[in-house]
């Protein structure tokens, strides 16, 4: 029954994801130095957060006029082909900007996140650098919105996000019952190669947990059977 | 879980909340509207924003933290808060908490609401410190070394008992003090003489005995002729070089006294062997020099006149008592006769222990003794079982089989059979010895009574001779009288033996005597060396039992200590909710990966402490990377409780002092999915998620953007109450 539910989410979350999907037509955003290109690839949004997500890639043939020209207001012509961190931050500040804009005017106002991810080596990507460092820069981004290179898994990091608080694992804690510190008093008793000294002992103090019973008591009238017991044999 | 699995109900929206003279809000029936699934609450420091968290906190709780104190306001004696809340069920309800000024710094509280709250006090605490974030929380969950008596970690809250461990601990330690002063009753005294001692004492004795036999040899001669013997008197050398008497010295004097018994006839209790008691033994050869001197007496004494049978019969012979009517010997006699009997009785009981132990004991003509048979068992059984399997077709089957249920059955009773027996044995062993010892003296009683009964019978005779003596003596005298007062009524002087022979077998008789004694003393020593056994026997036990009580009762060795009542796989799991959120929080750089180790702190307590991956511990932690670790340990917590929580509210009071703005709208998504939840959220699993969210925060620039990014999608409430200025609702 649990399983069926779980299923049944999961395809829920599937579909929505798809939903909340929007696809561009023209989605050539930046050019990158060596051939390379940034492009918006998917914008998603729900009630939760809007998450803008950009990937590195090759130039290809039919990519047309980056969208990065339509916000670039301040960079110098001869700028256009080389990355600089300002010329990053321009780029997507107005982007973000821009979205955000957008989204107040259809009355959806939610934190918004910028996840830049790469199809190409990490470690040799420019622009995953500058990401990283943009995405602990206040003082540019303000609290305006979140950005940051993407992990391995990105969907996985975008529903995180985007979807309700779906923890990776969940052991609820309980209260630890009588039952249980007996079971596991149990456990640890027989793991253990005790003498029957202490098994009798460990016994008592399961009786007085779990009976609610004065520990004191109990183990008096133990320890003083036991003597009894050693004073008989003495008396042989 | 299954919500519901402990309680049947749940607060899932507190509506509104009435206080009345608590801390700043001194005005009557001050109802704050709470009905939103996020309240934000802003405005200046000092304006009561946090002590309406506090109320909060005690009204959904029960429970307020003792630094929060005083919570009634100045000048009130008393105060209270009355939440309006909608359940799970969708009833509406009341929770109220009642409050008394006790001391400036004491608040009784009575709390009320639904019978299926929680009430006990710890699980109380557990659900404040869950939902409601103050800066203290990684304290009370992973802080290390505290030194507040007070802190109590997540297994204290957790473990569901009236008995505390520590009390366990206490009555274990208790246990032990009443063994200490068991011990100090249960030490035998121990023989400050050693055996060695003994040993020298016997051999110097033994030498003497000797000594006199050899000068004695020739009267002892004399009076063996009287039973027809003419021969020398029989003798035995018992020492030998080196102040050491034989191995054998046993065997010898058993020869001794049976080569005198063939001619002197004594009737003796025991079969005459040399594993009797040495006591026996040598009470034997005192009877026969006994009845030897009394003989050497008897012949004297005949070839006597009346006058020398007067000064003969008070020579030295003891201070005994004489009967002086043949009345009194009369009742000796009988008393003899008593003794006879009740010598006869014992007698026959020593033979019934004797023919016991001669089936059971050794037997050095037929072979092992089952009680050897037993222990050979016991130590080479198990042995002789582990058999290589090869070999195991060549013994005979019903050997094995045999073997098998023999050694097994050596265990099926407490004590084990080879132990009774053992046991059974030893007991036997003193039985023989003490109705040896018996024997003994009322063998010596015996003759005792013949010799004074002989000594009356020879006063009666002398008076018959010399009827004179009859008007001296006093005619109110009683019917015995003591030699020495007789002798002194008729004026006649104790004097010691002239007579050689008597003076040489009266030596003999105490040399025999002292050496008896100091046989006794060595069987005395032998038996405290025994009982030595039996204390070392349960000197091993007092030492288990002692061990396994100071085990259990020290908080680091006991088992109930080290165990680990929150399993190893859920704190990990709860590592995991924290860093599952820490990276939604994107913290930088600043913290990567926690994990938490257990460790136990004083008295008892077993806390988690927080480690990052590059092995860095919560105290490096700047205070905003423990800010949002903080913050990520509540939530986690939060929801990691939920199934015992019933309140599912979430309060986070000036959670914004140490945030950058990087982490604004990483935590405003991250409130947004607790608070509205995303818009596919209406199904059983979210609803493990959602929560009413307080937020308290004084930071004008932060509180302005996170509204913004708190702004409810459709069908969802954001409250903003700011305490500077009116009360709005978005």
Not at chain 1, 122 to 140: F, M, R, V
Not at chain 2, 305 to 315: D, G, H, L, N, Y
Request: glycine share 4%; net charge negative; proline share 3%.
């Amino acid at each position: 029954m649990e399983e069926t539910s779980n299923n049944n989410n999961v395809l829920m979350k599937k579909e929505f994801f798809k939903n909340m999907r929007c696809n561009f037509i023209s989605n050539l955003f930046f050019n990158l130095p060596g051939e390379r290109v940034l492009v918006l690839k998917e914008l998603y949004l729900s009630n939760i957060a809007c998450v803008v997500h950009l990937n590195e890639r090759e130039k290809q043939d039919k990519d047309r006029e980056p969208l990065s020209n339509l916000f670039e207001t301040t960079i110098g012509e001869k700028e256009k082909d080389t990355l600089s961190v300002n010329r990053v931050k321009s780029s997507l500040g107005n982007l973000m900007h821009l979205i955000a804009n957008y989204l107040e005017q259809f009355g959806l106002q939610v934190p918004q996140y910028c996840i830049v991810s790469t199809s190409l080596e990490k470690d040799t990507s420019e622009i995953i650098k500058i990401i990283k460092d943009l995405s602990n820069d206040q003082d540019w981004s303000r609290g305006n919105f979140a950005i940051m290179p993407a992990g391995k898994d990105i969907k996985k990091v975008i529903g995180k996000i985007i979807l309700d608080m779906g923890l990776d694992e969940i052991e609820f804690m309980e209260p630890i019952s009588t039952d249980i510190f007996e079971k596991r008093l149990r456990e640890e008793m027989s793991s253990k190669n005790l003498s029957e000294d202490h098994e009798e002992l460990i016994q008592i103090i399961i009786n007085s947990i779990v009976n609610k019973s004065s520990p004191e008591q109990l183990i008096e009238s133990w320890v003083k059977g036991r003597l009894k017991d050693l004073e008989n044999y003495a008396k042989r | 879980m299954q919500k519901g699995d402990f309680m049947s109900d749940r607060i899932k929206r507190v509506r509104s909340l009435r206080l009345t003279n608590i801390r700043g809000f001194t005005r009557e029936d001050i109802t704050v509207d709470t009905d939103a699934d996020i309240v934000f609450l802003s405005g200046p420091n000092g304006i009561g924003k946090t002590s309406l968290i506090d109320a909060l906190c005690l009204t959904l709780t029960g429970y307020h933290y003792d630094e929060r104190e005083p919570l009634i306001s100045v000048n009130k004696k008393e105060g209270s808060v009355i939440a309006n809340v909608i359940l799970d069920s969708g009833k509406e309800a009341e929770v109220s908490a009642s409050l008394r000024r006790r001391t400036i710094t004491k608040t009784d509280v009575q709390w009320k609401g639904e019978g299926w709250l929680q009430k006990r006090n710890a699980i109380k605490a557990l659900h404040a410190r869950a939902c409601f974030y103050y800066q203290d929380i990684l304290k009370y969950l992973f802080e290390e070394e505290s030194d507040s008596d007070d802190v109590v970690y997540l297994e204290d809250f957790l473990f569901a008992s009236d008995i505390s461990l520590a009390k366990i601990h206490q009555a274990c330690n208790h246990g032990l003090y009443i063994i200490d002063k068991f011990e100090e009753n249960i030490y035998p005294k121990f023989a400050t003489e050693s055996l060695e001692e003994i040993e020298r004492e016997s051999y110097d004795i033994a030498s003497k005995w000797e000594k006199e036999m050899e000068v004695a040899a020739n009267i002892i001669s004399q009076i063996l002729s009287d039973y027809g013997v003419e021969r020398k008197a029989p003798s035995r050398t018992f020492t030998k070089q080196g102040n050491k008497l034989r191995d054998n010295w046993k065997t010898l004097l058993v020869g001794l006294i049976k080569e005198y018994n063939e001619y002197l006839m004594i009737d003796f209790a025991h079969e005459l062997k040399s594993d009797l008691s040495a006591v026996i033994l040598l009470g034997y050869l005192k009877i026969i020099f006994k009845k030897l001197l009394n003989q050497y007496r008897v012949r004297s004494q005949s070839k006597l006149s009346p006058q020398q049978k007067i000064e003969a019969f008070f020579t030295a012979g003891g201070n005994y008592e004489i009967a002086l009517s043949k009345d009194s010997i009369k009742k000796m006699e009988q008393e003899k006769k008593k003794v006879e009997t009740k010598l006869e009785k014992i007698k026959k009981n020593q033979a019934r222990v004797e023919k016991l132990l001669k089936h059971f004991e050794s037997r050095s003509v037929d072979g092992q003794s089952l009680y050897q048979v037993l222990v050979e068992m016991r130590h080479s059984g198990p042995g002789w079982l582990e058999i290589e399997e090869e070999l195991t077709h060549e013994v005979p089957k019903a050997v094995l089989d045999w073997l098998r249920i023999s050694v097994d059955a050596l265990d099926s009773v407490k004590p084990t059979v080879d132990r009774q027996m053992e046991e059974w044995l030893q007991q036997q062993t003193d039985k023989r010895t003490s109705l040896g010892q018996e024997i003994l003296e009322l063998e010596e009683r015996r003759r005792q009574l013949e010799y004074v009964i002989d000594k009356s019978k020879e006063f009666q005779h002398i008076l018959d001779d010399f009827p004179e003596l009859i008007e001296i003596m006093p005619k109110d005298a009683s019917d015995t009288m003591r030699i020495e007062t007789l002798a002194n009524i008729l004026g006649r002087e104790i004097k010691a033996s002239e007579e050689g022979g008597e003076i040489l077998l009266n030596s003999l008789v105490n040399t025999t005597n002292t050496w008896l004694q100091l046989e006794m003393k060595r069987e005395e020593l032998e038996r405290l060396k025994t009982s030595s056994k039996i204390y070392q026997a349960i000197k091993d036990d007092l030492d288990v039992l002692k061990n396994v009580l100071t085990t259990e009762g020290d908080p680091k060795t006991s088992i109930t200590s080290t165990l680990h009542l929150i399993t190893p796989k859920k704190r990990d799991s709860f590592a995991m909710q924290i860093n599952d959120i820490l990276e939604r929080l994107h913290p930088g750089q600043g913290i990567p990966t926690v994990k938490l180790k257990t460790f136990t702190v004083k008295r008892n307590k077993k806390a988690w402490k927080i480690e990052t991956a590059d092995d860095r511990t919560l105290p490096c932690f700047s205070t905003g990377q423990k800010s949002i670790l903080g913050i990520a340990s509540l939530i986690a917590l939060n929801i990691a409780l939920q199934p015992i929580l019933w309140a599912d509210v979430l309060a986070l009071d000036d959670f914004t002092s140490s945030l950058d703005l990087n982490q604004l709208p990483r935590l405003a998504s991250l409130l947004r999915q607790i608070a509205y939840g995303s818009s596919i959220s209406n199904n059983a699993s979210s609803q493990i998620y959602k929560r009413q969210v307080f937020l308290v925060s004084h930071h004008e620039d932060l509180t302005n953007k996170l509204f913004d990014f708190l702004i409810p999608p459709p069908g969802h409430t954001m409250k903003v109450i700011n305490f500077g200025q009116v009360h709005f609702v978005v």
